[in-house]
């Protein structure tokens, strides 16, 4: 059975630094790209960032450039999300997905407050 | 960026009804390689989003034959053939012929 599950959210501090973890089971992880994709309160789905199953390509979207990173250990099937100077619109339910869009995680909240 | 309208917003629909959500493109969505990349995705109230159509109209396993989907170039449609109790929920089209990848911004479906 596919699964993906992420972890590592919370409640953040404007400017601090949070990372999410995706680990993946069911499939083989390094066949497949995977993107990470955000849902604000009450509002739509806004993707994030992209890379490729060797991480030869990766992208990001404008809100985040710069400001986060993902990467991917394929020996430990898992897609991690590194988010820097985190800002009150950041906050979002977190969520990873193949490529294929045909799986995704249940997502993490990740909350920006003082 | 590629912009994707979606109309309408709000559906409201009877148990057994046919509805049809738009998706429209800023930009053409046919790809070099000569595929389309616009899908169809479905989150129920309180779940992660789920693929419905890939590919403008192939079914993904495991979803019912009541949806389809259509379309070329910038104007896409989901069909929803006989509503379901189990179908209520946001659908969302995302594209992902042209970088960055953007979504619709949802047609909530209700059910009468």
């Known amino acids: 059975e596919v699964q993906l599950v992420e972890s590592g959210g919370g409640l953040v501090q404007p400017g601090r630094s949070l990372k999410l973890s995706c680990l993946a089971s069911g499939f083989t992880f390094s066949n497949y790209g995977m993107n990470w994709i955000r849902q604000a309160p009450g509002k739509g789905l806004e993707w994030v960032a992209s890379i490729s199953s060797s991480s030869s390509y990766i992208y990001y979207a404008d809100t985040v450039k710069g400001r986060f990173t993902i990467s991917r250990d394929n020996a430990k099937n898992t897609l991690y999300l590194q988010m820097t100077s985190l800002r009150s619109e950041d906050t979002a339910l977190y969520y990873c997905?193949?490529?294929?869009?045909?799986?995704w995680g249940q997502g993490v909240m990740v909350t920006v407050s003082s | 960026d590629v912009v994707l309208t979606q109309t309408p917003p709000t559906l409201s629909a009877t148990i057994g009804q046919s509805v049809s959500i738009s998706c429209r493109s800023s930009q053409s969505l046919l790809h070099s390689n000569g595929n389309t990349y616009l899908h169809w995705l479905l989150q129920r109230p309180g779940q992660s989003p789920q693929l419905l159509i890939y590919?403008?109209?192939r079914l993904e396993s495991g979803v019912p034959n009541r949806f389809s989907g259509s379309g070329s170039g910038t104007d896409f449609t989901l069909k929803i053939s006989g509503v379901e109790a189990e179908d209520l929920g946001v659908y969302y089209c995302v594209q992902g012929t042209h970088a960055p990848l953007t979504f619709g911004s949802g047609t909530k479906l209700e059910i009468k």
């Open positions: 997905a193949r490529h294929s869009w045909d799986y």
């Open positions: 590919l403008v109209s």
